[in-house]
């Protein structure tokens, strides 16, 4: 146990302190336990401190920078390894620059005479005229009318439907039709007759 110039004993809290402030002049490499000593030393932990984030931030940079130019690097090789596939494959195809040259300068002429094409179409079109929402209902009620009058129309021809198209021819068709309607009338007529005898 610790004791005082007077050899009077020191109580354990001073104690421990005194252990704590004895391990950090250790840790801190200084060799009095001034608050001076303590502050000097604090001072250059610190300056360490900053000093070795700003080497961190530094390296970070350089890290950000290698991997942007490792990048780039990579692309540019990925453009030199097309390259020489393409100039590979235009050997073996026995295409040369001069030929890409002038199929290029052929598609690009045949693509001015279709935009030359297409203007010349555009302009013999007639402008689109704006229409109102007047006009717009005028039409529908036009088109509404048109559709009833086709469905009459379509329910006429559906009445003389086998009937020929001359009206005499139909008169005698209508005739002949009755005639046979009648016919079977009275043959109705005498069958259920003779039914009628039958059973009495």
């Not at 608050?35 to 932990?45: C, E, H, N």
């Not at 009318?145 to 209508?174: H, S, V």
Request: aromatic content about 4%; some cysteine; overall charge negative.
């Amino acid at each position: 146990m610790l004791t005082n110039d007077m050899d009077l004993p020191l109580s354990k809290g001073i104690e421990e302190r005194l252990d704590v402030l004895t391990q950090a002049a250790i840790l801190l490499g200084i060799d009095d336990l001034s608050f001076s000593s303590y502050s000097t030393a604090i001072d250059r932990l610190s300056t360490e401190l900053l000093s070795t984030r700003r080497s961190l931030n530094h390296l970070l940079c350089a890290e950000d920078e290698l991997e942007s130019h490792l990048a780039s690097l990579r692309h540019e090789q990925f453009l030199v390894d097309k390259w020489t596939t393409t100039m590979e494959r235009e050997e073996e195809t026995g295409e040369s620059i001069a030929t890409l040259e002038r199929r290029r300068e052929g598609l690009l002429k045949k693509a001015k005479e279709y935009h030359k094409e297409l203007d010349t179409l555009l302009a013999d079109m007639p402008s689109a005229t704006p229409v109102t929402v007047t006009q717009l209902v005028k039409q529908q009620e036009k088109n509404r009318l048109k559709e009833q009058q086709l469905q009459e129309k379509r329910a006429k021809i559906k009445a003389f439907q086998g009937l020929p198209p001359n009206l005499e021819l139909a008169r005698d068709e209508l005739r002949n039709s009755r005639d046979e309607h009648l016919k079977l009338i009275q043959l109705r007529e005498r069958l259920l007759r003779r039914m009628a005898e039958g059973v009495m």
